[in-house]
């Protein structure tokens, strides 16, 4: 339920020839990401290809149990979400999810869990986790943290390859991907990945079932100028606790399935003009059970105990289309970019019913949204080793209905980049900017309320990087303020009307033995004007090395504990072991255990219901997974 955005310095800045030396004492683990990296949007987590691998990690949402100044858990459907540091929130809309250049966030609610998120690592080339406000050159949508996943290339990998996956969790994992560059300039990469994970857990006498099986596919074509990449993602499993009133559905599926098309071209002679076009289609089928009464705020009626919603079944379509084109050129000292976009959103609703109506439809008139916007940054360089950077962006929203308003909204930051020497670097920003309501807000909000009000926040922050030999500090601090937040309480959305206000500090550490093996100590606190739903401090511990053939690596991800509404939580600690033997070149076999101790972070949970003496709220922990041993093979061809 808490904000706090940030934005930090990042080491490898390419636009200053005095940062050659940290471009290439830290080559190793910012190589794959040079071409992509956005110094100028903040600060920035890169994953390499090298990292990934190395870690054995199985997914996306593996990856993002590690990322500092954040919470991964699993939601009331069974399916990983990230929330901000010291909050938990079955669905979030301030992350923004990007594969490649496309973002690929839920239309409906703009989280990026429920397929994506679940992506397989055997697509992903790296990943960057920008913290600031990324949409000034990233696209329309605002958001706290933009993650963006670079897939494979043809141009890098040239070849087949399989991956399975088997742990003794009864979770499997088959990968193949295929990639060719071809003789008239064009080139293309395959990949496909199924998923099946069987899982429960054992809660009063019962089980809560989340078996889960996926499946995802994707195409890049690439040439010179031309980019054009698709994808689907296809997942169907259990509902997990649902929206039952006593968290143990009797019945329920969960089906979504995601496509999406985006091509991208370059003109002029530097390619310094872009034009993008993109289609997304998300079809979601949800069917659930429940003799003891099913709590979903839109179908509630508080005031009449008697009636009782005990089967919900629902069919969506969500689309969008976006076109946005874009400029970059050099004035002298400034470097400027610009560009604007169209965003158009729809909400189709197919199939909604419980017992009690047949026929619900439509929970309200906002069922289309247009978004105009224009985007302006220019990085002025002051001298050599100062740059001053401004942004300003304006977003015209045109709705349907009368749920929502149609309104103009304008964002903006001004900062600095200081390098006073080769070794030492700050940056600081100030960024005013926004969150708009979505389609979710509004099916949910409090039936009191007309409408859910735009989200206001402005947020400081100030970060310094050292380098020292085989050595490189980090330290950021963040101070922000936010105004109307959205929170979801038990009878629907709301806006807080007091400000929220939150401060934090991340600190990292890196350290090089040798070319071959490094150190990385992460640790982050995070304070606010409110209670702590999830977990507010934490850090990490990593070793990554690698003697004749064999890769290793060992990892403890460690989250404090916390108290809210009755519900204590333990402190965090996930251990994790690994290693990777190459038989051969192109052939490898991987051995890795997860959550060793077994003190797994946990997620909190609340089931409301209601009777003729009110409304009732029941809160509980459970942990988010458990001990596990899996072992993977790997033949590149």
Excluded: C
Excluded at 135 to 157: C, D, M, P
Excluded at 165 to 180: E, G, P, R
Excluded at 327 to 356: M, P, Q
Excluded at 411 to 427: M, N, S
């Amino acid at each position: 339920m808490k904000v706090f955005l940030f934005v930090i310095f990042l080491t490898t800045l390419v636009f200053s020839q005095k940062l050659d030396f940290l471009l290439k004492e830290y080559e190793s683990s910012s190589k794959n990401s040079l071409e992509t990296l956005n110094e100028k949007m903040g600060y920035v987590i890169v994953y390499t290809k090298e990292e990934l691998e190395f870690m054995q990690y199985n997914n996306l949402s593996d990856v993002l149990k590690d990322i500092p100044s954040s919470n991964s858990n699993i939601n009331r459907f069974g399916l990983n979400t990230i929330s901000l540091s010291g909050s938990k929130t079955d669905v979030t809309g301030f992350f923004r999810l990007y594969i490649n250049d496309h973002e690929v966030s839920s239309i409906y609610n703009q989280s990026p869990s429920l397929t994506w998120l679940q992506m397989p690592v055997s697509m992903i080339d790296h990943i960057e986790v920008y913290y600031g406000e990324g949409s000034f050159t990233l696209g329309n949508e605002t958001g706290v943290q933009f993650i963006r996943v670079y897939t494979k290339s043809a141009q890098r990998e040239n070849g087949s390859e399989i991956q399975t996956v088997q742990s003794n969790k009864n979770t499997n994992t088959q990968s193949f991907t295929h990639s060719a560059i071809l003789e008239n300039g064009w080139s293309y990469l395959l990949h496909f990945t199924n998923n099946n994970n069987d899982s429960y857990k054992n809660f009063n006498n019962n089980q809560l079932k989340n078996n889960l099986n996926s499946q995802y596919f994707f195409i890049n074509l690439n040439s010179q100028r031309i980019n054009i990449d698709m994808g689907y993602s296809k997942i169907k499993k259990d509902i997990y606790t649902g929206y039952s009133s006593d968290f143990t559905p009797d019945d329920g599926e969960l089906k979504s399935d995601n496509f999406f098309i985006n091509a991208s071209t370059s003109f002029l002679r530097d390619n310094s003009l872009k034009a993008t076009l993109s289609y997304d289609i998300n079809n979601f089928r949800y069917e659930e059970e429940n003799d003891n009464g099913l709590f979903i705020v839109p179908n509630v009626d508080l005031t009449n105990p008697f009636l009782s919603t005990n089967y919900f079944k629902e069919d969506i379509k969500l689309e969008k289309i976006n076109a946005s084109l874009s400029k970059k050129f050099r004035l002298g000292k400034h470097e400027i970019f610009t560009a604007i976009s169209l965003k158009d959103k729809k909400y189709t609703v197919k199939e909604r019913e419980t017992n009690l109506n047949k026929n619900i439809g439509k929970y309200n008139d906002y069922d289309e949204e247009k978004i105009y916007s224009f985007m302006f940054q220019e990085d002025y360089e002051l001298f050599d080793n100062l740059h001053l950077i401004g942004n300003y962006k304006i977003d015209k929203y045109n709705r349907e209905g009368y749920s929502v308003d149609d309104k103009t909204e304008s964002l903006y930051r001004v900062g600095a980049i200081y390098l006073p020497t080769d070794y030492l670097g700050f940056k600081s920003f100030y960024t005013s900017s926004y969150t708009p309501p979505t389609f979710y807000n509004i099916d949910f909000k409090d039936k009191k309320l007309s409408t859910i009000k735009t989200q206001k926040y402005k947020y400081f922050n100030i970060e310094g990087v050292l380098t020292l030999g085989d050595s490189k500090f980090n330290i950021d601090y963040h101070k922000v303020k936010v105004d109307d937040f959205a929170y979801l309480t038990p009878v629907g959305f709301i806006n807080i009307e007091d400000q929220i206000k939150t401060s934090g500090l991340i600190f990292e550490y890196e350290y090089k033995f040798d070319k071959n093996n490094k150190l990385k100590l992460n640790y982050f606190t995070s304070n606010l004007n409110r209670n702590y739903t999830n977990s507010n401090r934490g850090g990490y511990a990593k070793y990554l090395g690698k003697y004749q053939n064999i890769d290793y690596f060992t990892s403890l991800v460690y989250k404090n504990s916390y108290e809210y509404l009755g519900v204590e939580v333990d402190d965090s600690y996930n251990l994790n072991l690994g290693f990777t033997y190459h038989h051969t070149k192109n052939l490898s076999f991987s051995l890795k255990g997860e959550n060793l101790l077994n003190e797994p972070t946990a997620s909190l949970f609340s089931a409301s219901s209601f009777s003729l003496r009110g409304l009732n709220s029941e809160n509980i922990a459970l942990n988010d997974y458990e001990r596990k041993v899996s072992f993977a093979i790997r033949w590149l061809f």
